[in-house]
DNA sequence: GCCGTGTGGTTTCATTAGTAACCACTTTGC
DNA sequence: GCAAAGTGGTTACTAATGAAACCACACGGC
């Protein structure tokens, strides 16, 4: 469990207070702790993400989920009609993110061309977040780098048990929402 | 809300561009993926959890994790011998936070009086942090508050479910690890 | 119509986290 | 012993995150 980390030349009769507690692995509670072990875990898979997204294309997070939310609505769209958006609203409900997170984030996506605001016509409030060509082709290149990172990942893993993953997360996710508010 | 998202050169009669994405539940890829359902778990465990600590007994979780090492190294020491303690690299080793982090939390630790800094006769650079009397009453107040939440988090787990998940985080930390550094 | 209230969006501000520079001391090679 | 290089710790700076204030428009009642 632990050894003495000093190479110390000193050995007196009274105790030298001093501790090992070599990284990771084997010590105490905390890394038993599962919020600790979660959170380290969700730390490296977002920090290996961000890593690649930046390096390809120059995404943070925030944006790479903007990206991707307005993506996969694109992609369902008849591809000879007109392109569907959303508002920076829907944006936050999907992806669960600040409202204030999602407008940064569109911000710097139409000041590189990656998506335009259409003016709604519905509420003159708000506006409608619509994919350019270029943000679309841009999706097409990272859409695959993401489920191959994805796939990378879970390399290790058989498709049941990341299913079971899956679904552990979502109801860990619901359960604590679920305490969040006061119920038991 | 009729509108076509296209720029300028619109009109025509056409379909509206528009949007549902009603929160979380079923839309899109963004919600399958793992990463992303990884991330929203985690940060509101982590939301709920840091909640708890604030309210109760005004820490951050990096000033808990520091606390939770200490206090648990400083349990396995014999009631009536010197109090153990460990310097801040090894904090950094065993909290896997950074060596910034660890010495910002070790600081306001110090100044409400919950842990002291012993000189460290090994190493004139470092001192060996040492959890105060009232830290250590504080550490057996706040273990069994995180084990609580911790289980309420997962009242709805078997053992061996909970069991299966720390271990597929480990795994995959491990392997992520990996794949950071150029691993394939 | 005109108000009061509500909501999408934006800006501002305070906190936090992370990086890079820095100092003090230690260790190693000569 | 002394210079060079390395490491623990600290500080300064910069980017990222979140909360609160704010503006413009929408909607409901009158």
Request: charged share 25%.
């Amino acid at each position: 469990m632990s050894q003495s980390p000093a190479p110390d030349t000193l050995t007196s009769s009274l105790a030298e207070p001093l501790i090992a507690a070599e990284d990771g692995a084997g010590m105490g509670q905390l890394s038993q702790f599962l919020p600790y072990q979660l959170s380290v875990a969700s730390n490296a898979v977002s920090a290996l993400i961000a890593e690649r997204y930046r390096k390809r294309f120059a995404l943070k997070i925030p944006e790479w989920r903007v990206m991707a939310v307005l993506g996969d609505l694109d992609a369902a769209a008849p591809e000879d009609g007109p392109r569907p958006g959303m508002t920076q609203r829907a944006l936050t409900d999907a992806t669960l993110m600040d409202k204030v997170a999602v407008n940064r984030a569109c911000k710097v996506l139409e000041e590189r061309g990656l998506i335009a605001r259409a003016p709604n016509a519905a509420d003159g409030r708000s506006h409608i977040m619509v994919l350019s060509e270029e943000g679309r082709a841009i999706h097409r290149e990272v859409l695959p780098l993401a489920l191959a990172t994805e796939r990378e990942m879970f390399a290790g893993f058989s498709p049941s048990e990341e299913q079971r993953l899956r679904a552990m997360l979502e109801r860990l996710r619901s359960r604590v929402d679920e305490l969040a508010q006061g119920g038991s």
